[in-house]
């Protein structure tokens, strides 16, 4: 069981699935630890058991009167950053079972903050890694975690010491202290009070304070992607269109580029001091301050009961995750054991060469069933059929 931060609140070893079969042990601790820390969703690891695991859970929900989802949760890597040292100094107490269970329960919450843990080439990134030139092969995943962790941004008073460590200027040494600094000071109130944190000098700052957040900070600007540098500028278009901090910090701003085409975009980026690229920038960003960029992504599927083959009829829409895209077709997970297949002609009305035009692995779509053979056991899937809402 984790808390909201992630925080690790008790941990137990139940044996539901085979051989041990214990289904009324299971579900009498599930209920017990449901209700003591009042937990409102289970995340499920994709490995070993998970199809009856699932059933099992879906079974159990039904019994209870709190409402509980379950999330189906890609496990990759998870055993190997359960054996790493970083896991064994993060829970020295824990074994490799309950290590992966923490981190399977942390993917849910915070994806990047946990994978940044493992070496992308353990969560599998092709079959031919190996073949390649490993250094090169090293470099270019940390370069693209790198880009991921800095296009995201960090909240600077939660961040862990792996995540800090892939933002631009910050090493691991540099990391640590700043965990240390806020461990002994509390949290940050400004980006600039990260100076007082040894070995982080001017040239480490100019490079890291744009990708760090601090919501705790009086100016709303240090909640955002704008660099202090650029604070003069952000104030500047600010009074240009009439505004303030305060309108930024309760979303005020109505519509800012409206107003700035209106004054005149290039007009403007002089008076501000900065290019056309930089002041758009800016204005994107005190548009939405402290929000998330993975916020405009699909949210997961929270799920409360599992499907079988005979409950699917054709017509029913379904929604559904893209598990594989190939040539003939696409792949979705619709809650059943089997995966659905929408061939490449019902993926889209407009002709395409190719269904990752259209969906790529990830993607949430909705799906209308068009056949079922259980004894072959095959789903056909649409989505050009879909019913329009």
């Known amino acids: 069981v984790v808390d909201p931060t992630g925080k690790v609140l008790d941990t137990v070893v139940i044996y539901p699935t085979a051989p041990q079969n214990k289904v009324e042990q299971a579900k009498k601790v599930l209920k017990d630890l449901i209700g003591k820390y009042h937990v409102t969703l289970i995340s499920l690891g994709n490995g070993t058991a998970s199809r009856e695991s699932e059933q099992i859970i879906a079974d159990f929900l039904k019994e209870i009167p709190e409402d509980v989802r379950y999330v189906i949760v890609n496990e990759a890597g ?17 074994d490799v079972g309950q290590r992966s269970a923490v981190s399977i329960a942390r993917r849910l919450q ?7 843990k493992i070496d992308p080439k ?6 031919y890694q190996h073949d390649l030139n490993q250094k090169r092969l090293d470099e270019v995943l940390g370069s693209v975690v790198e880009d991921c962790v800095n296009r995201v941004g960090v909240d600077l008073n939660t961040a862990s010491v792996s995540l800090l460590e892939h ?5 691991r040494t540099i990391a640590k202290n700043i965990v240390a600094y806020r461990e002994e000071n509390g949290p940050f109130t400004s980006r600039k009070q990260i100076l007082k944190v040894p070995k982080l000098g001017p040239k480490a700052f100019e490079q890291c304070a744009g990708f760090l957040r601090v919501p705790e900070s009086r100016s709303v600007l240090d909640n955002t992607a704008v660099h202090p540098e650029s604070y003069a500028a952000a ?3 600010l009074s240009l269109t009439g505004h303030t901090l305060t309108d930024v910090r309760d979303g005020k701003l109505g519509d800012l580029n409206a107003q700035i085409r209106t004054y005149g975009e290039d007009r403007a980026a002089a008076d501000c001091g900065v290019g056309v690229p930089t002041l758009r920038d800016v204005a994107a960003e005190l548009m939405k301050p402290g929000r998330d960029i993975r916020d405009e992504l699909p949210k997961p599927i929270l799920r409360t009961d599992v499907l079988e083959m005979k409950d699917l009829k054709p017509g029913m829409v379904l929604t559904g995750t893209v598990r594989n895209v190939i040539d003939f077709g696409v792949f979705v997970d619709i809650g059943v054991h089997q995966d659905g297949l929408v061939h490449s002609s019902q993926v889209s009305q407009k002709f395409i060469k190719h269904p990752s035009e259209v969906v790529s692995v990830g993607d949430i779509v909705q799906v209308v069933v068009l056949e079922v053979d259980e ?11 879909v019913p329009k809402a």
């Open 235 to 237: 104030e500047k278009l």
């Open 78 to 94: 998870a055993s190997v950053y359960s054996a790493s040292k970083l896991a064994t100094e993060e829970f020295p107490g824990f």
């Open 167 to 171: 933002i631009s200027g910050i090493s």
């Open 375 to 385: 004894k072959k056991k095959r789903i056909g899937l649409s989505m050009k059929q």
């Open 110 to 116: 915070d994806p990047l903050a946990e994978l940044v």
């Open 122 to 127: 353990s969560i599998g990134v092709g079959q």
